[in-house]
Antibody
Framework: QVQLVQSGAEVKDPGSSVKVSCKAS????????FSWVRQAPGQGLEWMGR????????NYTHKFQGRVTITADKSTSTVYMGLSSLRSEDTAVYYC?????????????WGQGTLVSVSS | EIVLTQSPGTLSLSPGDRATLSCRAS???????LGWYQQKPGQAPRLLIYGVSNRATGIPDRFSGSGSGTDFTLTISRLEPEDFAVYYC??????????FGQGTKLEIK
């Protein structure tokens, strides 16, 4: 079964950028579609976007368009989520999540989450 | 973008009770692309149900999903102590963006 391991917590200044990684192991990297979901403190889940590494296709929700970039490195089985122009409202736990096949759009495996704190 | 509205916001029940959680979509969800997740404090969400009514691997049969179109329900037939958590519905139609409901907190009465 695939496991997703994310990078560690980050503390960032307003206006800066962050890049969170998600490394997949135990499966075939190009079989998956990776999504990023965030959760602000005490709040619900918010889908941000996805990447299909085998096709190089990305989709982002309108709210984050222009600020978020999702990339994949097939050589290391790692997906990255970059978020720019950070503001305090971006303080959240960021999760990567996948379905166990490229056609599966629900999320069967999740990373452990990465806390990004934005504060001056 | 499809907006999902869950009700109630909080549900207070006792172990052994039956729980019924609702999820309503702002427009019809295509291809029965509706799932449910459970989240406990400090943990990532866990998939319970996909395709409206299919239990994910390892999910006990006291969890069941139903519905179609815009109205969906998650039912927990007899609550166990470990079932008290927050539950989210998610639609993952044929094209993104995907979306989650705001969650229902199931708490011990």
């Amino acid at each position: 079964q695939v496991q997703l391991v994310q990078s560690g917590a980050e503390v960032k200044d307003p206006g800066s950028s962050v890049k969170v990684s998600c490394k997949a192991s135990g499966g075939t990297f190009t079989s998956y579609t990776f999504s990023w979901v965030r959760q602000a403190p005490g709040q619900g889940l918010e889908w941000m976007g996805r990447i299909i590494p085998i096709l190089g296709i990305t989709n982002y929700t309108h709210k984050f368009q222009g600020r978020v970039t999702i990339t994949a490195d097939k050589s290391t089985s790692t997906v990255y989520m970059g978020l720019s122009s950070l503001r305090s409202e971006d303080t959240a736990v960021y999760y990567c999540a996948i379905g166990w096949a490229s056609t599966i759009r629900y999320f069967q495996s999740w990373g452990q989450g990465t806390l990004v704190s934005v504060s001056s | 973008e499809i907006v999902l509205t869950q009700s109630p916001g909080t549900l207070s029940l006792s172990p052994g009770d039956r729980a019924t959680l609702s999820c309503r979509a702002s427009q019809s969800v295509s291809e029965n692309s509706l799932g449910w997740y459970q989240q406990k404090p400090g943990q990532a969400p866990r998939l319970l149900i996909y395709g409206v009514s299919n239990r994910a691997t390892g999910i006990p049969d006291r969890f069941s999903g139903s519905g179609s179109g815009t109205d969906f329900t998650l039912t927990i037939s007899r609550l166990e102590p470990e079932d008290f958590a927050v539950y989210y519905c998610q639609q993952y139609g044929s094209s993104p963006p995907y979306s989650f409901g705001q969650g229902t907190k199931l708490e011990i009465k």
